[in-house]
């Protein structure tokens, strides 16, 4: 049998939340030069038919559909026409995700807590329970979890950021461990400190910049297509033993 045979998405269908830039973007356009149709999705239709445009350039396939995640309607509408144009979902990247503030607990305000939980959780919860029926009839299907080395060692003032990613977690394992019998596996990545958008305040900040030089153990942040290999990993049948896993793509700051 051939390995690299495994890695191929060909005729896949993939929807990548928050994939107009950054971790998303990477990982959409990886899933495409493997072969799948991806759907390229974030809240401006222009950016993402930029994106889908770019990827189409490339000879891949792709669509882009605005969706913010943290509206039901339109969660459901993504899926909705995701099905009516390529037939069913066989792979969810619940990527898009939130954090308004960098504060310590006891300055946040509920309303913000329930931001928070919205898009980073409560949307991957249901954005997986609109695929679900296609995955299940297919007795196949690939959920990744975007989370974040966050919810599984707090930082100061991203407290309630790392509470939402842990939720995504224990949600990845729960899908994982219901799902299983469905021929449907769910696995969480967990990036460390990646150069994007989100992330600026942290990567422009010299100071933050010198400690991960002198503690990580990789010494440097990386860049978005870092995490898009072990996107593709986790989409295809090389990882078709694989779920529930957390798997960390972080430099090393686990160990630090
Ligand atoms: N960067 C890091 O260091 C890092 C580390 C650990 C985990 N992560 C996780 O990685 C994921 C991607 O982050 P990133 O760093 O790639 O961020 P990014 O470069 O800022 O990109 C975020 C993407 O999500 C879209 N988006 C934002 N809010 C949305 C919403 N409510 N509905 C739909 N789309 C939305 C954005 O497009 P629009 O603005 O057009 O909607 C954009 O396409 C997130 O889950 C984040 O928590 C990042």
């Not at 309303?111 to 249901?126: E, L, T």
């Given at each position: 049998?051939?390995?690299?045979?495994l890695?191929?998405?060909?005729?896949?269908?993939?929807?990548?939340?928050?994939?107009?830039?950054?971790?998303?973007?990477?990982?959409?356009?990886?899933?495409?030069?493997?072969?799948?149709?991806?759907?390229?999705?974030?809240?401006?239709?222009?950016?993402?038919?930029?994106?889908?445009?770019?990827?189409?350039?490339?000879?891949?396939?792709?669509?882009?559909?605005?969706?913010?995640?943290?509206?039901?309607?339109?969660?459901?509408?993504?899926?909705?026409?995701?099905?009516?144009?390529?037939?069913?979902?066989?792979?969810?990247?619940?990527?898009?995700?939130?954090?308004?503030?960098?504060s310590?607990l006891?300055?946040?305000?509920?309303?913000?807590?329930?931001?928070?939980?919205?898009?980073?959780?409560?949307?991957?919860?249901?954005?997986?329970?609109?695929?679900?029926p296609?995955?299940?009839?297919?007795?196949?299907?690939?959920?990744?979890?975007?989370?974040?080395?966050?919810?599984?060692?707090?930082?100061?003032?991203?407290?309630?950021?790392?509470?939402?990613?842990s939720?995504l977690?224990m949600l990845?394992?729960?899908?994982?461990?219901?799902?299983?019998?469905?021929?449907?596996?769910?696995?969480?990545?967990?990036?460390?400190?990646?150069?994007?958008?989100?992330?600026?305040?942290?990567?422009?900040?010299?100071?933050?910049?010198?400690?991960?030089?002198?503690?990580?153990?990789?010494?440097?942040?990386?860049?978005?297509?870092?995490?898009?290999?072990?996107?593709?990993?986790?989409?295809?049948?090389?990882?078709?033993?694989?779920?529930?896993?957390?798997v960390?793509?972080?430099?090393?700051?686990?160990?630090?």
């Open positions: 049998m051939s390995v690299k045979k890695f191929d998405l060909e005729g896949k269908v993939a929807v990548v939340t928050g994939s107009s830039k950054g971790i998303g973007k990477a990982i959409a356009e990886a899933l495409a030069e493997y072969g799948a149709k991806v759907i390229v999705s974030s809240r401006s239709q222009e950016a993402v038919d930029a994106v889908a445009e770019e990827f189409k350039a490339k000879g891949y396939e792709a669509t882009g559909i605005a969706c913010h995640v943290g509206d039901e309607d339109q969660r459901q509408a993504l899926i909705q026409k995701t099905v009516a144009l390529y037939g069913g979902v066989d792979i969810l990247v619940n990527n898009a995700a939130t954090n308004p503030v960098f310590p006891e300055g946040i305000e509920n309303n913000v807590f329930d931001k928070i939980m919205d898009v980073n959780v409560k949307a991957c919860f249901s954005f997986a329970k609109h695929c679900f296609f995955m299940k009839e297919k007795k196949n299907g690939s959920i990744i979890n975007i989370a974040s080395v966050e919810g599984m060692k707090p930082s100061l003032g991203l407290g309630l950021y790392g509470v939402s990613k939720a977690i990845t394992q729960s899908q994982a461990s219901e799902w299983g019998k469905y021929g449907i596996r769910s696995n969480a990545i967990c990036p460390g400190l990646i150069k994007t958008k989100f992330s600026k305040a942290l990567w422009s900040n010299e100071h933050i910049m010198k400690q991960v030089e002198s503690h990580l153990p990789l010494q440097r942040a990386a860049d978005p297509t870092e995490i898009a290999g072990l996107a593709v990993y986790l989409a295809s049948q090389a990882s078709s033993y694989t779920t529930g896993a957390v960390n793509a972080d430099g090393g700051h686990m160990l630090t």
